[in-house]
């Protein structure tokens, strides 16, 4: 069985551009996280999704980052404009319904300059 | 909301040795412990996890023992090999819900 996939799985922007983060949780995973993990630091949750909707973003900085999940399987996290404190990795986990065991994806490792 | 320490935030062992790794939590509420490793390029991968119904686990050479009484719970790694070096997390929450990690440990089997 596929993992939950990323892509890509790095990205090097200038500050102030956009970029976006794709995934593609486990077949059949009804629930699915973003997380942000900075350098030396455990995953921060910033928005879950039950389906299509987004039952939790209260960490979700929504100045200027944003999330969407079309027809409840993949899902986007976009970031417009980009600074420097963005710099992380970001990580897509999906678990079969909520609080059921979440698999992770190997993340997207961004670098803002 | 919940607010998980980790310690130590390295740890450095004789292949074969024992490993311990603590954590701390704050919300009396969390009742689901789980513990990740994470190795270089991949994300976070479940080892092992405890709820509070329980005070011990063990799956081989990992063990898990929470204390709900003084809101902390452990990893212990026996036996260790040098593929179980990685960056451990611990994680609180109720019922696997709005997760609260850990610093992370590193952990360095030496051969």
């Known amino acids: 069985e596929a993992g939950v996939v990323q892509s890509p799985r790095y990205k090097i922007i200038e500050k102030k551009q956009p970029v976006a983060f794709w995934c593609n949780p486990i077949?059949?995973?009804?629930?699915l996280y973003w997380y942000l993990q900075n350098l030396g630091q455990g995953p921060e949750l910033l928005i879950r999704?039950?389906?299509?909707?987004?039952?939790?973003d209260s960490q979700l900085p929504k100045d200027r980052f944003s999330a969407e999940r079309l027809k409840g399987v993949d899902s986007t996290l976009k970031i417009q404009p980009a600074e420097l404190g963005d710099s992380a990795v970001y990580l897509c986990?999906?678990?079969?319904?909520?609080?059921?065991?979440?698999?992770f994806g190997p993340g997207t490792r961004l670098t803002v300059l | 909301g919940e607010n998980v320490e980790q310690h130590p935030s390295t740890l450095s062992v004789q292949e074969g040795d024992s490993a311990v790794i603590k954590c701390t939590y704050s919300?009396?509420?969390?009742?689901?412990f789980p513990w990740y490793k994470q190795e270089l390029g991949k994300g976070p991968q479940l080892i092992i996890d405890?709820?509070?119904?329980?005070g011990e686990k063990k799956d081989q050479r990992i063990a898990v023992t929470l204390n709900k009484t003084a809101k902390h719970f452990s990893l212990h790694i026996t036996e260790t090999q040098p593929e179980d070096s990685a960056v451990y997390f611990c994680?609180?929450?109720?019922?696997?819900?709005?997760?609260?990690f850990g610093a992370g440990t590193r952990l360095t089997v030496k051969p």
């Open positions: 999704y039950e389906n299509e909707e987004a039952v939790d």
């Open positions: 919300d009396s509420a969390s009742n689901y």
């Open positions: 986990a999906s678990s079969l319904d909520l609080g059921y065991e979440q698999f």
């Open positions: 077949s059949g995973h009804n629930t």
């Open positions: 994680a609180a929450s109720i019922g696997n819900n709005d997760m609260r």
């Open positions: 405890i709820r509070s119904n329980v």
